[in-house]
């Protein structure tokens, strides 16, 4: 029980958090992005990885180039990949990756609200329901408790 208060907790806190500091979450989670995005542009030559292929997909599904811009591989010695060219001409892509995923975040952001909201319900009546059977748990014998594992 006191796990699922815990966790009922837990999500509530997101919740208003997301409500009400908006800014500083999308923050964190721009600069948590940027360092996956940089870690993946310094381990992009060695293809086994699969991070070549990350980095790629990012870049061509956003029309992005980089963490924060194409200069990202001039200063890890790498060559700019194909992917941070615009429909294969030789004009770069100038925005980075992080600042992307922020404008995607603010435009989908009454979604994630209205989703988190939604939630609340579906947490309270599955912590009525744990509460509900650990209570018949706590009736049963704890010789016929083994029988219900």
């Not at 892509?93 to 994630?112: E, F, M, R």
Request: charged share 15%; with cysteine; glycine share 4%.
């Amino acid at each position: 029980m006191a796990q699922g208060c815990l966790l009922f907790t837990t999500g509530n806190i997101g919740i208003v958090s997301v409500l009400a500091e908006r800014r500083i979450i999308n923050t964190m989670m721009i600069i948590m992005f940027r360092n996956i995005m940089n870690d993946a542009i310094d381990q992009y030559m060695s293809k086994s990885s699969g991070y070549a292929t990350f980095v790629d997909t990012i870049q061509l599904r956003y029309n992005c180039c980089g963490a924060d811009s194409y200069t990202d591989y001039t200063v890890s010695n790498l060559s700019i990949p194909i992917s941070c060219f615009t429909n294969g001409s030789i004009s770069l892509y100038n925005k980075g990756c992080a600042k992307q995923l922020d404008t995607i975040v603010s435009d989908y952001l009454i979604y994630i609200i209205i989703s988190l909201i939604a939630s609340i319900p579906i947490e309270i009546v599955s912590m009525i329901c744990s509460m509900r059977i650990l209570d018949d748990l706590e009736n049963i014998s704890w010789r016929t408790r083994f029988v219900y594992c």
